[in-house]
């Protein structure tokens, strides 16, 4: 509660004459907004991706045929290369380029898909270059989501795709 002393004089003399001013309904009004604004804001959920990661315990290791994967290495300024080579078959001619316009990666891997020879044991193996950016990766993983295909790994690039990748790049 605020008071606001002030002085009057009457006929010669002067009286003090108190103003009190109540401020409990400016506090409750601040409340009232404070309560308004708090529950019209939209309050937005955080936009994740599943990765469906395996479960613990032991795991069958399975090696992959080359033929029935497809790798995809993100480089720099968007760009996007893909092999289906093992360390002895790769060179500059079978790392193709693409890029993230429409659904091409997805295309990509609905091609690779029909020409595996195992189609169950089918993988997609995403390798960021360090000059990769985060969108680009999202990307390609927003693409092999709309593949609907499940099997899929990130891992670093090897020596012999840094290799071929170097060379197409510079």
């Known amino acids: 509660m605020a008071e606001v002393i ?6 010669g003399k002067s ?6 001013v109540d401020m409990t309904p400016m506090v409750d009004l ?13 309050f937005s959920k955080p936009n ?3 990765l469906g990661l395996p479960a613990k315990g032991p795991h069958s290791t399975t090696v992959v045929n080359d033929k029935n994967q497809v790798t995809f290495i993100l480089g720099k300024d968007n760009r996007v290369f893909y092999h289906q080579s093992n360390a ?7 790392l193709k380029e693409t890029d993230f316009s429409g659904v091409k990666i997805s295309n990509i ?9 195992n189609p169950e044991n089918f993988t997609i193996i995403v390798k960021p270059t360090d000059e990769a950016n985060y969108k680009n990766f ?14 899929y790994g990130i891992t670093d690039i090897k020596p012999w795709e840094k290799k071929v990748y ?4 510079k």
């Open 15 to 20: 009286k003090r004459k108190t103003i009190k």
């Open 166 to 169: 170097n060379e197409l790049t």
């Open 88 to 94: 002895n078959e790769l060179n500059a001619g079978n």
């Open 6 to 11: 002030t002085k009057e004089t009457q006929g």
């Open 109 to 117: 891997i609905s091609e690779a898909y029909k020409k595996a020879p």
């Open 48 to 50: 994740v991706m599943d």
């Open 138 to 151: 999202v990307d390609v993983i927003d693409n092999i989501a709309i593949s609907k295909k499940e099997r």
């Open 30 to 42: 601040n409340f009232l907004l404070l309560m308004f604004f708090m529950f019209t804001a939209s």
